[in-house]
Every structure is written in C-alpha cells, then in structure tokens.
C-alpha cells in the first residue's frame, strides 16, 4: 500500500548511505529535552545543539533558520520572508510577520504586458519579481525579544557551514542541476550553484565564502548590516543595474510586525495560527470548523465520506480565500465572520451529503459589512517553548538571481499578488482587489506555521510549503493528530488529497483512498479525481504525547530530524 512511500524511504536511506551520516531511516526521533524538524539535517542538527548549549526554541529557530539559508538554498534564505508562531512555555502565543513587502515604487498594473496580460516571466524570473526581503529583520527582532543568547552565538553554526561549506548530498546536487538554465542567465548565480560551470556532484564539498561574509555583516552589526551597509548597498545596485525596484529606503524602512494570531477550537483542542496577510489560519480554522459538526474520527480516515466532506470544505474556504483574503494594514479583511463557528454553518449549509458541489456555482461568501518553494520547520524545547516557522523565497530559488557580491538568492514574492484580477498565480489561485499590487503592501500569503494545544499543553507544531496547498497538508496534519489519533510519523507520512475551489477537481496522492472510495466520490460528482504521485508538502512536524518529543521530517523528501 505504501509503495510510494518505501519508495522514497530507500531513496532517503540511499542518500543518507551516501552522505556518509551513519543513521539510517533518520526520519523520525524521539527525545525528552527537545528537537527540531527541518527540510535539512544538517540545520536540525545546528537547532539541537543550541538547545544543549542552554538556549531556548526561540535561539534554536533563529540558529535553523540561518543555517537554512546556507544548507538550503532553495528557499532558506535571507533574502525572502516568513513567518512565525511561537507558544512561550507560559502559555502565550505570539505571531511574527516578516513577509516580504512591495517596493515603494510597486504599482498595481506592473506584470502586465501591452495587451494587459500577466507576464509571469516579468512576476517571477525578473527583478522586480521580488519583494523586500524580511527574514534577517524577523529572526533578529525574534531573537532580541524572546532569545537568551547573543545573535554571534546563534549565526556562528550557518557562518561555518557557509564559510567552511558542507558535503552535498545527491538531493541538492540534483536539484542545483535542474535549475542550471536558469542560473546560466545570471554570472553570479553560476558561479554559486556550479563548479567554474560543471555541474555539482553528490559528495562535493560545497563553499559559499559571499554569504559567509554577508551572515558575518549581520552577526556583526545586526539588523543594518543587512539593510545597510555594504549588502544594501549591492542589493540596491544589482536593482538598479538590472531594473528593479527595490531602494535604500525600501530596505531602511522594513517591519516586522507581531500580530494577533489567529485561534480557533477544534474538538477540544486549540488551533493556533498566523492571521493575514497569510491566508494559512483564516483558512484552515474555516475549514475546521465546517468539519467539526461532522465525526471524522468515526467516519474513518480515507472514507468516502470523510473525503467529500473535506473537499466540500476545502472548495468554500478557498472560495472565500480569492475574494477576501489580503494585507490587513490595506485592505479590511472580516476575520472575525469568516473564522465564526456561525459563518462555517451558513457556509456549509447548502452542502450535500450525497453530492458533490459545482465550483461555478459557489461563490465566495456575501453578508452587509463591511490573497515550489518554501520550507518549514519546527522547533520545541524541554521548558515547553514551541516555534513554528514557514519561511520562503517563493519559487524554489526565488527568482534565481544572486545578488553580485552577497552570495545569496533574491525572492519571486511579488507574483502572489494578484497581478491581474481573475488570472490565476503560479499555484492557479486567484485574487482580486484585497490581494492587488500596492506600494509597501504585504502579498497573501498560504504559509500555516500552526501549533495545537491540548489540556494547556502543547500538542503539535507543523507547517510545510506547497504553495495553495500548505493549508490543505497542515489540515490533513491536524486531523491526523486530532481526529484519527495518529503519532507524528503517521500523521505527517499518510498520503493527502486535495482540492482548492478552482480549477474544480480533486487531486490526490496514491493511496488517499481505495479504488471503492474513488468509483462513489465519482458518481457523487466530484471531477478530474488525478492521482498526482506522492509529494504534496513537506510537513517537518513534532507531536509531545506523555513528556514524549517526537520529530519528524516529511518522508516525501530528505530532510532530518534532530532530538535529545
Ligand atoms: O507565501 C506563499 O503562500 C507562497 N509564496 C509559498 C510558496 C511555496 O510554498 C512554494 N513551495 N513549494
């Protein structure tokens, strides 16, 4: 039945054989003190041993999450943006955004052609693709506020990585490969992600002496050695050599911004998440509380009905999504009505049980009142402080230009805006006017950094990338755990179907559901049911049972977990 999954297991064991770790089938670990969860081992590692040098979550994450932009590439970054919750061990529950934001010379018509199309070669490949960049901002201001050690102390691991390089293994290596025609169009992204031109191999010991030296600017001078400075200074000049928008005053005047989080309940357990301009907790407490009246743990995992109601849910949040989701600070977005136990029965009510719906004829709710690569990890600790984090550069690399000098990756952020009302964006979600292009204005995101707590105690930290279909992987996570009582291994490995309103089909990986499942979700209507292989998500996750820390990284990809 898992054939796809022992299909990966074996190619993660292989990679682990031939990165030379030693542990085989590392995927999962179980520690009492803490661990984290990350898309690479080599950063989970660099998060434990902070926390057994005495630092709390908060330290380890900060600590991962510059280590990520060393070891992946990808999308850890400090070029891009994110987000973050974080449980304090005292029970209170905080949200950081530091997503990117639109240059102050962004305008709302920019990706459109002479003929008013999108030009996504414009929206993603270019530079003015990107956004201004917020993690440094964010994992500093993170680290002040709630950290214990010094920024020298928890940058030193990603600056030896980056300075003394690592081993790669044959997932990078690859992956470095399959981007090459897009490096090839950018002299400094070719000199990184190749050797002099050649192709990286697995086992190559891999150097990154410009972001060595970047990273040792912020350790050095915190936040203005990032948003002044020399790196400034080179990010504004490739802008200006190259037709981009972002300006000094772009990057002095970036903020990062705490926020309420979003908080729902699900069964008995409270649902924690990140508020707009993330459209990740709006829409998954909506779909919760669509699927709470209703008992999934009873109807059974994977059963036809557990999976209609699911898509019948996912179909109206998403709905919703597309028309009301965007930047708070432009753009009133009603998230009281919408994360209402209220609103989610009107919204269901026109549901049939028997019958699957038709996308064309659901709109996104009306009342008189009144948005391929990212990453997630999660980090816990042994005084019970909890970090979420999802972090981004957009597409996996960005918009693949490396900025001359600083050695690192520059987002593609600013396609999630919707560029043009009705066309969809690279993940086929749409938008209008609450997600449109303005200056200074954050773009919708689907990032759903989440923590569940049970009893007063933390209970799950997950997340993942995926684009439109973060929120539809942290659902099924949560269900998982809540609903079918699943360990983390389980809960995060099952495989996950998925639909997200238009276009109208539903999407699932091999083995969601029996063959019988698949014959009556048809004849209740549901369209282009396609299996789509195994590898929606990438749901690095813990789950605390009876003092128990247990990590997991995603088996659809080779991550690491790390715990003591
Ligand atoms: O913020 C968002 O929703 C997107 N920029 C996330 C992109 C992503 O997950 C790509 N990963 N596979």
């Known amino acids: ?37 990350s898309r690479s081992a080599l950063a989970s ?27 992946y590439p990808s999308a850890g970054n400090i070029g891009g943006g994110g987000f973050m919750v ?12 530091h997503r990117e934001k639109a240059p102050l010379a962004a305008s709302t018509d920019m990706f459109l052609d002479a003929n008013g199309d999108v030009d996504r070669e414009l929206s993603l490949f270019s530079l003015q693709a990107s956004g201004v960049p917020g993690s440094v901002a964010g994992m500093l201001d993170a680290l002040e506020k709630y950290g214990t050690m010094t920024r020298q102390e928890v940058m030193a691991p990603a600056i030896r990585l980056a300075e003394e390089g690592f081993a790669l293994n044959a997932d990078l290596a690859g992956d470095f490969n399959d981007t090459m025609p897009y490096f090839q169009r950018h002299e400094a992204s070719q000199a990184i992600f190749s050797k002099n031109g050649s192709p990286y ?38 802008m200006q050599r190259n037709g981009g928008l972002i300006s000094h005053e772009d990057l002095e005047s970036y903020d990062v911004v705490w926020r309420t989080p979003m908080r729902g309940d699900y069964r008995g357990h409270e649902i924690w ?3 707009p301009p993330s459209s990740g907790g709006v829409v998954l407490l909506q779909i919760l509380n669509m699927l709470e009246p209703h008992d999934i743990g009873v109807l059974g995992w994977g059963s036809t009905r557990t999976v209609h109601l699911t898509v019948e849910a996912l179909r109206r949040a998403y709905a919703d999504r597309a028309e009301h989701l965007g930047d708070p600070d432009f753009y009133p977005v009603p998230v009281e009505k919408l994360i209402s136990k209220d609103y989610a029965r009107e919204r269901f009510a026109d549901m049939n049980p028997a019958a699957a719906s038709d996308s064309e004829q659901i709109f996104a709710g009306n009342w008189n009142t009144e948005s391929t690569e990212t990453t997630h990890y999660s980090v816990v600790d042994a005084d019970g402080n909890a970090v979420s984090v999802t972090t981004t550069l957009n597409g996996s690399y960005g918009n693949r230009i490396v900025v001359p000098g600083a050695g690192f990756l520059l987002n593609n952020e600013m396609d999630d805006f919707s560029a043009k009302p009705g066309a969809p964006n690279m993940y086929g979600l749409l938008g209008g006017e609450a997600n449109k292009i303005e200056p200074g204005k954050r773009m919708l995101s689907s990032m759903t950094p989440t923590i569940v707590v049970k009893d ?91 003092g128990q820390i247990e990590a997991t990284s995603d088996p659809r990809s080779v991550g690491g977990a790390s715990a003591y």
């Open 1 to 37: 039945m898992f054939k796809p999954i022992l299909t990966r297991s074996i190619a993660v064991l292989l990679v682990v054989l031939l990165s030379g770790s030693g542990q085989l089938f590392a995927n999962t670990v179980t520690g009492e003190n803490g661990a984290v969860a």
């Open 456 to 546: 007063g105690q933390t209970l799950l930290v997950t997340g993942s990338p995926g684009g439109s279909t973060i929120i539809n992987t942290v659902l099924h996570v949560v269900m998982n755990v809540i609903d079918h009582g699943m360990g983390v291994e389980e809960a995060v490995a099952k495989p996950r179907f998925y639909h997200q309103w238009k276009p109208d089909v539903v999407r699932y990986e091999t083995d969601s559901f029996s063959a019988e499942t698949k014959a009556e979700l048809e004849a209740m209507g549901h369209r282009g049911l396609t299996d789509s292989g195994y590898g929606y998500g990438d749901a690095n996750s813990i789950v605390i049972r009876d």
């Open 45 to 71: 590692d660099v998060g434990v041993e902070i926390l057994k040098q005495g630092g709390n979550a908060i330290d380890a994450a900060v600590a991962v999450g510059f280590a990520l932009a060393v070891t």
């Open 201 to 238: 191999q697995a086992g190559d010991l891999f150097v990154q002496k410009d972001l060595a030296e970047s990273l040792k600017r912020v350790s050095e001078q915190g936040r203005d050695g990032f948003y002044k400075g020399p790196t400034a200074d080179m990010i504004v000049a490739e």
């Open 86 to 97: 974080v449980r304090l061990a005292n029970g209170e529950v905080l949200a950081q955004d």
């Open 273 to 275: 998440s990140m508020p």
